[in-house]
Structure formats: C-alpha cells, structure tokens
C-alpha cells in the first residue's frame, strides 16, 4: 500500500472526552510552528458528503438504526474523505491529524455493538481505501472519567448516551488493537493536564517526526476552539477532481 508518499497520517482514538480533539489541536499547533503543513480532521465527516452523513449518526432521534447501517455509513464517510481529502493531502507532504478513524470502527461496531469482527476488518478494509495510519494514539482513560469530562461541556449526544458498559467494551477493543499492532497503535494514559498528556503523546510520535523532540508545548487547546483555517480542509481547496467533471478546477 503506498501509505508513504511524502506526508505523515497520525490518526488519534480513544472514547469520549478522552482527549482527542484537544490533542489534535495542540499537535497541529506544534507542527505548524515548526513549519511543517498540518490538516485537522474528524471523522464521521471531513467533505460534504460525509458531513451529511455525520448528521445521520450523530442525530439522537435515529436511535432505531441498525447496527450493520451504522456500520457502512462510517464506511462510506470515511472513503469518501481518503480519496477526496486525506491521500491529495499526503502526496502534497501534508502532516494528516485524524481524530478517529477505523480503529474507532473496530473498538466501537466490532467489540462494542458486537458485530462479527471479520465483517468490521473487512468493512475497514474497503472504507479506507487501503490507508493505513501511520502511527495511531489510544487515549486510555476509565470510562467514568472519560463521561465525566465529555458531558461537563457538551450535551450528551447518541454517541455519550450509550453508557459505561460499552464504553468499557470499547476500551477493551482499543486495548487489543494496540497488542495487536504494538508499531502502529501506542497506548497513551490519558489521565492528568493536558499538557502531561499532550507530552506522552509525542513521545509516542518522535520516531516519525524527529523535529518535535526539545519543541514547546503549546497552550492547552479547548475542545470547541474553533480550528484554524490554515489547518482546515475546504472544498475550495486543491483536491483530487472529480472524475465525472472534467478539469472543472482549471
Ligand atoms: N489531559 C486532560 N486533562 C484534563 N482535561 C482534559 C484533558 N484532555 C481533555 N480534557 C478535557 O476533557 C474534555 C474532553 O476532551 P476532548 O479533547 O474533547 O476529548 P475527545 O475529543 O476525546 O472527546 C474537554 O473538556 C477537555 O477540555
Ligand atoms: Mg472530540
């Protein structure tokens, strides 16, 4: 699979609250400040399309949704923003931060909700194209403490409603992924400041990019920070042209 064109895919996962997006945020502060290109991204979601379908999974009245349905809507968000967003950027030498990405597919829809592990892995398989992450950060965090932290700033959504059992059933899934692939997936403790976290993180990343190492910490992020427009993708954006619209982009 030709992971590693020039950029570098580092996709974080853990469950709620444990720390993601403000990490995300601080990473790409960090990286931009060593002059390096940074694209945040969240799953569900990332192009139009598969914001559209983000609003479908995250919307707490569809809670009669199958899980096989939950399943593939993922996995159609999730191709859609490799082709059209992650793979350009990493051609372009772009440093990929993906908060989630199938490893949260596994974790959730596999050992959470049960469904056959080999339909999951193969699902994965599809949905992503064949993109691997470079390096994937677990944030391993109780599950009372990761609720507890979600729910202080956000309202509940279908996601963080679902409860403490299979939040624990998720974590178990993370944790196994990372025995699994012990190069790939590095377990993180997800406990303490930020910064503290932010610190085990990059330890985690030194291998793979060597110019954080004796680099600051940059000031806490906050989860609703609004992220900044350098490290945003946009439709407007250089992106790999439709094929059914001819050089529309000139
Ligand atoms: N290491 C940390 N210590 C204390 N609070 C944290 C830490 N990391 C995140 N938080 C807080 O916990 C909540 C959830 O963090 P967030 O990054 O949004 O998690 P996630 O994206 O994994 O759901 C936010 O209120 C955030 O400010
Ligand atoms: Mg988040």
Same mark, same amino acid.
């Given at each position: ?43 569900? %979601? ?41 793979? @350009? ?73 679902? %409860? ?8 178990? %899934? ?7 692939? @012990? ?6 403790? %997800? ?34 920070? @609004? ?10 954006? @250089? ?12």
């Amino acid at each position: 699979m030709d992971n590693r064109a020039r950029g570098i895919f580092i996709t974080l996962e853990g469950v709620d609250g444990s720390g993601k997006s403000t990490k995300a945020r601080m990473l790409g502060t960090a990286l931009e400040a060593l002059g390096r290109e940074v694209l945040l991204l969240r799953e569900p %979601g990332g192009t139009p399309i598969s914001e559209m379908v983000r609003d479908i999974l995250l919307d707490p009245r569809n809670t009669d949704i199958t899980p096989e349905a939950e399943l593939m809507l993922y996995e159609a968000s999730r191709a859609q923003l490799v082709t059209q967003v992650i793979r @350009p950027a990493l051609e372009r030498g772009v440093v990929v931060i993906c908060d989630r990405f199938y490893d949260s597919t596994y974790a959730y829809q596999a050992v959470g909700r049960g469904l056959p592990e080999d339909d999951v892995r193969r699902a994965n398989a599809l949905g992503s194209c064949g993109l691997v992450p470079d390096r994937t950060i677990v944030f391993d965090l109780s599950p009372h403490e990761a609720l507890d932290r979600a729910t202080h700033e956000d309202g509940a959504d279908r996601m963080e409603g679902a %409860g403490v059992s299979f939040q624990r059933r998720v974590r178990r %899934g993370y944790l196994k992924l990372a025995e699994a692939e @012990p190069d790939r997936v590095r377990v993180v403790d %997800g406990t303490g400041e930020k910064e503290q976290t932010y610190e085990r993180m990059v330890a985690q990343l030194i291998d793979l990019l060597p110019e954080l190492e004796g680099a600051p910490t940059p000031a806490p992020a906050h989860s609703h920070d @609004p992220i900044p427009a350098s490290m945003q993708w946009s439709p407007d954006a @250089p992106v790999d042209a439709d094929p059914r619209e001819g050089d529309a982009r000139g």
